[in-house]
């Protein structure tokens, strides 16, 4: 098949597009299974520190300053996964482009460098991540937040 100029532009930016759509695809499927482990793992929390919760409470501690508490947490983590996740892709895509520079040498219109990451991409990574473990961590808060504190101690 002989191909003119546009076609095979029109061909590579449609492969371009699915390629994208499939990263962000199972980007949003790590970010969902990502905030179920973070409401797991902080409800969990809440219920294993639930004495700890009741005397906080008792002793003049405010529902929001329960929840602020785990909000807290849960920012935590996400801060701590989203800079990981940041340092795994930056390494990620130091070693993908080493290996196309490398194997793809031939390539009539090579590029110096074929993947190119952007500081507002990796900060807009960074935010994503946040909001998600924060979002997460909002019905673990209510949770802890609504605990009866006369209950949890007389039932110990």
Same mark, same amino acid.
């Given at each position: 098949?002989? $191909?003119?100029?546009?076609?095979?532009?029109?061909?590579?930016?449609?492969?371009?597009?699915?390629?994208?759509?499939?990263?962000?695809?199972?980007?949003?499927?790590?970010?969902?299974?990502?905030?179920?482990?973070?409401?797991?793992?902080?409800?969990?929390?809440?219920?294993?520190? $639930?004495?700890?919760?009741?005397?906080?409470?008792?002793?003049?501690?405010?529902?929001?300053?329960?929840?602020?508490?785990?909000?807290?947490? $849960?920012?935590?983590?996400?801060?701590?996964?989203?800079?990981?996740?940041?340092?795994?892709?930056?390494?990620?895509?130091? &070693?993908?482009?080493?290996?196309?520079?490398?194997?793809?040498?031939?390539?009539?219109?090579?590029?110096?460098?074929?993947?190119? !990451?952007?500081?507002?991409?990796?900060?807009?990574?960074?935010?994503?991540?946040?909001?998600?473990?924060?979002? $997460?961590?909002?019905? !673990?808060?209510? &949770?802890?937040?609504?605990?009866?504190?006369?209950?949890?101690?007389?039932?110990?």
């Amino acid at each position: 098949d002989v $191909a003119t100029n546009r076609e095979t532009v029109s061909k590579i930016n449609t492969a371009s597009t699915v390629i994208n759509a499939l990263v962000i695809l199972v980007g949003l499927i790590i970010l969902l299974i990502s905030s179920a482990s973070i409401v797991n793992i902080l409800t969990m929390s809440v219920y294993e520190e $639930a004495t700890d919760i009741a005397i906080l409470r008792s002793v003049g501690a405010r529902k929001s300053h329960v929840r602020g508490i785990y909000l807290l947490k $849960a920012g935590f983590m996400g801060l701590i996964a989203s800079l990981d996740g940041l340092l795994i892709g930056i390494i990620a895509i130091h &070693i993908a482009d080493t290996l196309a520079r490398t194997y793809l040498q031939y390539l009539p219109y090579r590029p110096d460098t074929f993947f190119l !990451p952007s500081v507002s991409l990796a900060a807009a990574c960074f935010l994503v991540g946040l909001i998600f473990s924060l979002a $997460a961590g909002t019905i !673990p808060a209510n &949770i802890a937040a609504s605990l009866n504190p006369s209950k949890v101690l007389r039932e110990g």
